[in-house]
């Protein structure tokens, strides 16, 4: 489903209240116009026309903008552009995945708004029931958000309502908690939502989104408890230790294979302040001593002839014979030496 109008915000004026609005220099203003004409309005109506102005057409009555609603809702990339500046539905926010979350809904729909150079300017989630019912919160746009009216003002009339078919609930219109990725002003109890009926409610199926997400490359790290996307995000890795994505802040790399792993999962650290992936890593490097209980390094470790552990180079010396002792068993080696010497003189 897709629906394009090309409306100037004088159109879109004249449609709702069914008159030939005049713009320009020396014209009454709107409330002015409709009275004359003998055509009720309410405030509220007003107000609406008045923030629709502002939010979305930057005080330009006259020029011609693109709406575009549809039930075909921005992709993880496509969301970059359109999520406007203090929104957290770009990836690597808050609601990196709202999008595609909702996409799975059959009843969550998105309106897009271009002004005349075909720039996006403006947009906001909504919903609408196979009955015609609708549902909305807030718009955002290059104004800024918190924006009420206008979505409300838009749907009337591109679905011939009236401002007062929308009533003010405290129920969410989303079947998901705001959190993991997903942020919609519909689901949160900070933000104001409106519907033309009592039941209106999205469901959106997690099992879907995983599908379409691995398909852009964005993945779900139960470590990190978010969605990643590994290819944007440089601070993120995946470890093979802990079989998911980490933070910069938790890897380290092996010395000796050279892989990136976590260190909240199994890994390696000898005393020398080296770090490895796994004990076979640090076994193909270094050599444990019963003695230290620890790793020394291949570079270090010394091999006791005698008690055959391994030590440190400083606590080995050769003995009479050639061969390296321990501080332990050198002092055996060393009397042979003196017994040889005395039988010699």
Not at 234 to 260: L, R
Request: hydrophobic letters at 25%; charged letters at 30%.
């Amino acid at each position: 489903m897709e629906k394009t109008c090309y409306k100037s915000y004088k159109e879109l004026v004249s449609e709702y209240f069914g008159i030939d609005y005049q713009v320009g220099e020396n014209t009454p203003k709107l409330s002015k116009q409709l009275s004359k004409k003998g055509i009720t309005y309410t405030q509220e109506e007003l107000q609406a026309f008045s923030e629709l102005l502002l939010a979305v057409f930057s005080d330009s009555k006259e020029l011609v903008y693109t709406f575009k609603l549809s039930d075909s809702l921005p992709g993880y990339q496509e969301a970059e552009e359109w999520a406007f500046d203090g929104s957290c539905n770009t990836p690597g926010g808050a609601g990196e995945v709202t999008s595609v979350i909702l996409q799975t809904s059959e009843i969550a729909r998105y309106c897009y708004i271009y002004n005349e150079l075909d720039r996006p300017t403006a947009r906001f989630y909504y919903l609408e029931t196979e009955d015609g019912e609708l549902g909305v919160s807030d718009l955002y746009s290059d104004e800024g958000h918190g924006f009420y009216l206008s979505p409300k003002m838009l749907l009337s009339i591109f679905y011939d309502r009236k401002l007062d078919d929308f009533e003010e609930t405290t129920d969410r219109l989303v079947n998901h908690s705001n959190d993991g990725g997903f942020w919609a002003n519909m689901t949160s109890n900070q933000y104001k939502k409106f519907v033309t009926c009592p039941d209106i409610l999205a469901q959106v199926s997690d099992s879907k989104v995983e599908e379409v997400l691995s398909s852009e490359g964005v993945y779900w790290s139960e470590n990190l408890d978010s969605w990643v996307n590994p290819g944007e995000n440089w601070s993120i890795t995946f470890c093979e230790n802990i079989d998911d994505y980490e933070h910069e802040d938790y890897n380290c790399g092996c010395e000796h294979c050279g892989c990136v792993f976590s260190t909240n999962g199994d890994y390696v650290e000898t005393d020398d302040g080296l770090y490895y992936c796994s004990g076979d890593c640090c076994s193909a490097e270094n050599i444990y001593s019963e003695y230290y209980e620890r790793y020394i390094h291949e570079h270090e470790a010394y091999y006791c002839e005698d008690c055959e552990d391994t030590f440190y180079s400083d606590d080995m010396e050769e003995g009479s014979d050639g061969c390296m002792y321990c501080f332990n068993c050198i002092h055996d080696h060393l009397e042979d030496e003196e017994d040889e010497l005395e039988d010699i003189a």
